[in-house]
């Protein structure tokens, strides 16, 4: 089994950044897909960021030039970087990962940006 824990959330101001964390833990054997996705109120679940185990990135177009995605292997540890971020960017943000067909998703952490 999977663990997901993501930290680094927090109240900023339009132009600031913050830094996600995500630590797995468990049977972290054979995933290859980290990503990050954000839910705002009354609006679906959206693919933010992800990373494959070798480093390939994928973003969503919202974020392209203002996040990014990193992982250390030795670590478990997946991080997403928000620079400029904007009110938009406000949501709470899960960390994901599939292992061996299972879905699995973290608790969330709540981004909340000011204008």
């Known amino acids: 089994q999977v663990h997901l824990v993501e930290s680094g959330g927090g109240l900023v101001q339009a132009g600031e950044s913050l830094r996600l964390s995500c630590a797995a833990s468990?049977?972290?054997?054979?995933?290859?897909?980290m990503s990050w996705y954000r839910q705002a109120p009354g609006k679906q679940r959206e693919l933010v960021a992800a990373i494959t185990s070798g480093g390939t990135t994928n973003y969503a177009d919202s974020v392209k030039g203002r996040f990014t995605i990193s992982r250390d292997n030795a670590k478990s540890t997946v991080y997403l970087q928000m620079n400029s971020l904007k009110p938009e960017d406000t949501a709470v943000y899960y960390c994901h990962t599939v292992r061996i067909g299972t879905i699995v998703w973290g608790q969330g952490t709540q981004v909340t940006v000011s204008s």
């Open positions: 468990g049977s972290i054997f054979g995933i290859n897909v």
